[in-house]
């Protein structure tokens, strides 16, 4: 089925163009996987830094996708305007991609303080908000539902992380 892929500690799929129209195979070495350690290395203390060290991680994740997906200069919030550019990811595409790096973070066992969840999505036409979706984490000590969104920014910026309740009031 489009967009579902598990990924492995060597391998997963990106999706990208929207809806998942294209994909690329991504190759993941031990050497990536040791930057990925360093990089949640910082997040050890405490939740909330293994949050912050979840969004430098996907500042690396983009620019590694784009290696393979030629998504470099990828735009936050790509709209229809872009729909179908093999180089932008919509929501879905993003959510996905975000999933599968938190799933590998997890496989590799640098998740210390959360787990990973399904995806989410908000907005329909009864509520007047614009369809969205996000990759989520849950702290396994309270419980809370955190969204790590990719969609909403450009290309190598860390995605934006919030609470899941917040995330689903926002536009």
């Known amino acids: ?13 990106v999706w ?6 294209y994909r690329a195979e991504l190759g993941l070495t ?14 050890s203390g405490s939740a909330a830094k293994e949050r912050q ?6 500042v690396w994740f983009d620019r590694r996708i784009a290696q393979v997906a030629g998504t470099a200069g990828h735009v936050a919030r790509a709209n229809r305007e872009y729909m179908y550019d093999k180089r932008q990811f919509d929501c879905i595409d993003t959510s996905r991609n ?21 995806p989410q999505a908000r907005g ?8 969205h979706a996000t990759a989520v984490l849950v702290e396994k000590e309270t419980g809370v539902r955190w969204s790590v969104d990719a969609w909403t920014r450009a290309y190598g910026q860390a995605p934006e992380v919030m609470t899941l309740d917040r995330w689903m009031e926002s536009d």
């Open 1 to 13: 089925e489009r967009c579902i892929s598990t990924p492995t500690p060597s391998f997963m799929t």
């Open 16 to 21: 990208h163009g929207f809806g998942c129209q």
């Open 30 to 43: 031990p050497a990536e996987h040791a930057t990925l350690k360093k990089l949640m290395a910082a997040g």
């Open 53 to 58: 060290a979840v969004a430098a991680a996907g």
């Open 98 to 118: 975000t999933t599968s790096l938190l799933l590998l973070l997890q496989q590799l066992q640098l998740l210390r303080f959360h787990t990973v969840d399904s």
């Open 124 to 131: 329909h036409i009864f509520d007047l908000k614009a369809p």
